[in-house]
């Protein structure tokens, strides 16, 4: 076959068709990501404990989909087909997002009397580069209401003075929404999920096959991928926000919509440049395909429920004394894939004890240590898309320079920019430091990763104290943030995936690869519940109070930042023992 001697700068020409439809799919993805927290708290208005918790849920579902649609591709639709199946999926839930509905009128509840509340800044945009908030409370003269450090808000007077302060508990604030329209926005979401089950892991096979098993250009390859999947998410967090500044939600929504669509374009009307690639396992027909089909978009009321309630249960996580406590306050769902995670650790292990030579048995064993940690990598990294955000839009001055400023959502674009700059110095520097037997060991870069995502947010934390008069921080400190994060994935996220090829028995690689997932998975719901710990009270979509706002995201920051950094040096110390069950892989 000549069309698999063409190459495309040195790698089988069919890695170009892969790159640009994995850079239209998460130019999709991450466009709605983008946008997501700051609809639901400033469309929406729902409370920062509940957009945390729908955030964590849909997440933790994005990446726990994969497991399954990864299984139905192998067994009977093959990659190819999985992948446009998925295509569509989720260009149809990004574009349900668009059909948001009106604006959420907030109300307080002020000693068990409700009133409307008007919040003076607009609340229907993702920016808050707006000074302060005032809200007319109706029936009352204008107030601006102030949370308080201990949990009791004051009213203020339009001139500044005091008019009460009340007791903790005795104010609350929400909205009125329409549950249609949030219905409608749940169901978007749900097919997302489902959706990139069916894209995410085939897409990332389809690059894998591309090259013979002692092919030395695969990990470049995988390389060059990730360089698409941020160059991807790098122009649409920048023009998925500036659109919903501009326009309106809907049109940022829609864009990542058009995204999606024209991502499946490009493996639909393929020019038979993928022919022989991601087809149909052998011995599978199409016999089952339609009732694959239907189970799919019956599995969206399902992940529905999932999400939904996956979070519910920990309202109380302020509260909680332990993690013992805490865990034990989790909603069912949480409780399930905690279970099946801690569950599934010890099975494979157990199963490779019976079925593999002893090596392989120790190879196993390093593999699943490592992907125990990666849930801690990625529970801290994965705050970009909830409280790094949230933080963005009310603690950080977003003046880039003469006036010009972006907008929280945008703030997102770090990351993908700093991968897309550094993947390439990261490749060329493993192979120098290769050539010279000085590559770090895999899990001395895990250990790294972790030190390094931990100290991004002490860095963070550190430059809270320069903060303005304003309680916001400049922008480069969250720049900063990023910057050391994406440092950091470079030493964890592409390693990791060839780690797990080359740990895990041959066998059971898919299975393995799937449980790379689900750790994940188990991060993003982590990493929910931390968001939530970060909650800070809003009205309207504002903080009540920007000092608290920095105080409660400092804290948090500082505990997640330690621990991360103490894990990472625990894992520095458990490198020698590692290697040891290694075996010589590196
Ligand atoms: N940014 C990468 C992607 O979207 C990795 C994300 C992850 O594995 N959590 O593919």
Redesign the pocket.
């Given at each position: 076959n000549p069309a698999r001697k063409a190459e495309w700068f040195g790698h089988p020409r069919q890695l170009a068709r892969l790159f640009t439809t994995e850079m239209w799919e998460?130019f999709g993805y991450y466009g709605m990501r983008a946008l997501l927290t700051l609809y639901l708290t400033k469309h929406f208005l729902f409370s920062d404990q509940t957009t945390n918790g729908l955030y964590g849920g849909f997440t933790a579902l994005v990446?726990l989909t994969p497991l399954i649609g990864g299984l139905i591709a192998d067994r009977y639709l093959g990659s190819k087909r999985s992948v446009k199946f998925g295509a569509i999926m989720m260009s149809l839930g990004y574009f349900i997002l668009c059909f948001g509905g009106e604006t959420a009128k907030p109300h307080a509840v002020i000693d068990g009397q409700r009133y409307e509340v008007v919040v003076e800044n607009s609340v229907d945009r993702p920016t808050s580069t707006g000074d302060e908030v005032r809200y007319v409370i109706s029936g009352q003269d204008r107030l601006k209401i102030q949370g308080n450090d201990d949990g009791t808000v004051t009213l203020l007077n339009g001139d500044g003075s005091t008019s009460r302060t009340l007791a903790k508990g005795a104010f609350q604030a929400d909205a009125d929404r329409s549950p249609l329209f949030v219905m409608i926005m749940l169901i978007g979401l749900s097919m997302v999920c489902i959706g990139n089950g069916f894209f995410k892991p085939n897409i990332s096979t389809m690059v894998g096959s591309l090259y013979d098993k002692n092919d030395r250009r695969r990990d470049a390859g995988f390389t060059i991928f990730y360089m698409g999947?941020?160059l991807g998410s790098l122009f649409s967090q920048l023009l998925c926000p500036f659109l919903a500044d501009a326009v309106g939600w809907w049109a940022g929504f829609g864009l990542a919509a058009a995204g999606m669509l024209f991502s499946w374009s490009l493996i639909q009307f393929d020019g038979g440049r993928l022919s022989g690639y991601g087809e149909r396992p052998e011995g599978a027909d199409s016999s089952k395909d339609l009732f694959i089909y239907i189970g799919a978009a019956v599995s969206v009321p399902i992940a529905y429920f999932l999400f939904t309630n996956l979070m519910n249960a920990s309202a109380s996580a302020a509260e909680a004394h332990s993690i013992g406590e805490y865990l034990l306050g989790l909603s069912v769902m949480g409780k399930f894939l905690f279970g099946t995670f801690a569950l599934s650790v010890p099975g494979i292990l157990i199963w490779a004890f019976m079925n593999g030579s002893r090596a392989e048995f120790q190879m196993m064993v390093a593999a699943m240590v490592l992907i125990v940690f990666n849930v801690v990598f990625?529970t801290l990294f994965?705050q970009a898309g909830s409280s790094l955000t949230l933080f963005a839009d009310r603690n950080t001055d977003l003046h880039v320079l003469g006036g010009f400023s972006i907008s929280a959502g945008q703030t997102q674009f770090f990351n993908a920019i700093f991968i897309v700059l550094l993947a390439p110095l990261f490749s060329i520097m493993w192979n120098a430091l290769a050539k010279r037997g000085l590559e770090p060991p895999i899990p001395i870069k895990f250990g790294l990763a972790l030190m390094g995502v931990g100290a991004g947010f002490l860095f963070l934390v550190w430059g809270t104290q320069f903060a303005g008069p304003d309680f916001k921080v400049a922008l480069w400190w969250l720049a900063g943030l990023y910057l050391i994060h994406s440092v950091a994935e470079l030493c964890i996220?592409p390693v990791g995936l060839s780690m797990i090829t080359k740990l895990s028995i041959a066998r059971i690689v898919g299975m393995m690869m799937g449980v790379w997932f689900l750790s994940?998975s188990m991060a993003q719901y982590v990493g929910g519940i931390v968001a939530q710990v970060a909650s800070v009270e809003t009205v309207g979509g504002q903080v009540t109070n920007l000092q608290v706002s920095l105080n409660t995201y400092a804290g948090v920051f500082t505990t997640i930042g330690w621990w991360s950094v103490g894990i990472g040096a625990v894992l520095l110390l458990l490198s020698w023992p590692l290697k040891y069950l290694m075996h010589g892989v590196k």
């Open positions: 998460r990446y999947i941020n990625w994965e996220s994940i």
